[in-house]
């Protein structure tokens, strides 16, 4: 088995490809280990002394480290943990994993539903290229409110992709959109 590994924007992050399929259908954010008792690939990472935070999305895992290990010391465990789990015939996740926000498609309103569409169409293909994910969690009073995941979630770059890159494309293609915040 043959791991590929590229760096993201965010450098606390490394995204693994594993060359099959991680998650048949949607992401799953588990921002510490105490989160992961739904997966067995995301519990032997977080066995990995330095991961902080472990992202699975169709054909990837994006991993965060703590500020104190740098990747050279760290990307070999990694590495050994992933493999370790896909030969071991173990699934991603076990039993029914709880509903991903982001694969919910109801709209409260033909706004909600072009905003939707825009981030499903042209911004989380983009994020998901540098291990991230962004799900929409509400619209409110002009303001769309997203969750960053992954790489994007503490990356340094993240601020400016949102406000420059998601909120331009929100406001140019919804009027009623006046600003985009992230929220946890």
């Not at 709209?107 to 905003?115: H, K, M, W």
């Amino acid at each position: 088995m043959f791991i590929q590994t590229e760096q993201t924007p965010n450098p606390a992050t490394l995204k693994f490809i594993p060359g099959r399929a991680v998650l048949e259908s949607g992401t799953h954010d588990f921002p510490n280990a105490d989160a992961a008792g739904l997966s067995p690939l995301a519990r032997k990472l977080f066995d990995v002394d330095g991961v902080t935070r472990v992202f699975l999305g169709s054909d990837f895992v994006t991993v965060t480290k703590a500020a104190d290990i740098d990747w050279p010391v760290l990307k070999p465990a990694v590495l050994g943990a992933i493999m370790e789990h896909f030969t071991s015939g173990q699934p991603v996740m076990a039993g029914a994993p709880e509903a991903n926000p982001s694969a919910s498609p109801e709209a409260d309103n033909e706004v909600e539903a072009q905003i939707r569409d825009l981030l499903d169409t042209r911004v989380r293909p983009a994020v998901a290229q540098d291990g991230g994910d962004i799900v929409f969690q509400r619209f409110e009073d002009g303001v769309v409110y997203l969750h960053m995941q992954g790489s994007c979630s503490g990356c340094p770059s993240s601020t400016a992709t949102l406000k420059m890159g998601i909120e331009n494309l929100l406001r140019h293609y919804v009027p009623e959109v006046t600003e985009v915040r992230a929220v946890d």
